[in-house]
């Protein structure tokens, strides 16, 4: 089978550990070809967000246009999209890639705590949500799009690492009104940034791959549990993960 061609569009990560470095790492790994539409460059570490410079919607487009029309997209996942304005003609874009799975994780605060996402941004998600294979939001971005993953009309992931207790559930929520659950034990460790894009980024590939959703789900949740443990313990914050070829343990 041909290696899986996984379009990611999403911001920039100075510090290595999330965002599209993360996006392609985790790609690569899995035995994906990652290609990139950048949407905003940021100037961060493992201790935050300093600096965030948009990327212009016209640039973002041009990058999407460029890959789709040469090598090709088996799957797209959605990180920081950057803009209102950015949001809706990216949504127009993938409108016109019937078939194409997407993986959206709707990013709006960083680990450290930073804003990547403003009101108009979010208002703006939910034609790229109708979109989504999968949306995948933690809990308080659940709670920011509404609370109710049932009403977002599309399957929808809910990450249980921003909970309480000694492990972590994981939720699929199916548009059938369905649900599955993963549950694992938590790893206790501030080496978790770029956890969500991992995860993401992760599900892309299984998709772009042929498996179904609950399949990618468990595969990609397998390899974020490998690389939390294989972090290098890099940086005085919330350190990237490490990535490693996928073990498949």
Not at 53 to 70: K, N
Not at 86 to 97: F, K, W
Request: charged residues 15%; contains cysteine; glycine residues 14%.
């Amino acid at each position: 089978m041909a290696i899986p061609r996984i379009l990611v569009i999403a911001g920039s990560d100075s510090g290595g550990g999330a965002g599209i470095q993360a996006d392609l790492k985790t790609i690569a790994m899995m035995g994906g070809h990652g290609m990139t539409a950048i949407t905003a460059i940021t100037a961060q570490n493992t201790l935050g967000v300093t600096v965030v410079e948009l990327v212009s919607t016209a640039m973002v487009l041009a990058q999407i246009d460029a890959v789709v029309g040469d090598i090709g997209v088996d799957a797209v996942k959605i990180g920081m999209i950057g803009s209102a304005d950015t949001a809706v003609a990216v949504a127009e874009r993938l409108e016109a890639m019937p078939g194409v799975p997407v993986v959206f994780d709707p990013v709006m605060i960083a680990t450290s705590g930073s804003v990547l996402a403003d009101f108009a941004t979010i208002a703006a998600f939910g034609r790229l949500i109708r979109l989504a294979t999968v949306v995948t939001p933690n809990l308080p971005e659940m709670a920011a799009l509404g609370g109710d993953p049932m009403a977002l009309g599309t399957a929808v992931l809910v990450k249980g690492g921003h909970g309480d207790g000694d492990s972590i559930v994981d939720r699929l929520f199916m548009p059938d009104g369905s649900e599955l659950r993963w549950e694992g034990a938590r790893i206790e460790t501030r080496y978790n940034h770029g956890t969500g894009c991992t995860l993401a980024s992760a599900i892309a590939v299984g998709l772009g791959s042929g498996m179904t959703l609950p399949d990618a789900i468990g595969r990609a949740r397998a390899y974020v549990r490998q690389a939390l443990a294989a972090a290098p313990g890099l940086g005085a914050g919330h350190g990237p993960m490490g990535f490693l070829p996928e073990t498949g343990d």
